[in-house]
């Protein structure tokens, strides 16, 4: 499971999502 930031931009947000099968805390 990766971690995001609020600010970490959306489409890098969807990479991250994608990378880690969806699993993702905003």
């Keep these: 499971v990766l971690l995001t930031t609020p600010t ?11 990378a880690s099968q969806g699993f993702l805390y905003l």
Excluded at 8 to 17: C, D, G, Q, S, V
Aim: charged share 25%.
């Design 8 to 18: 970490t931009p959306t489409h890098r947000m969807k990479a991250i999502a994608d």
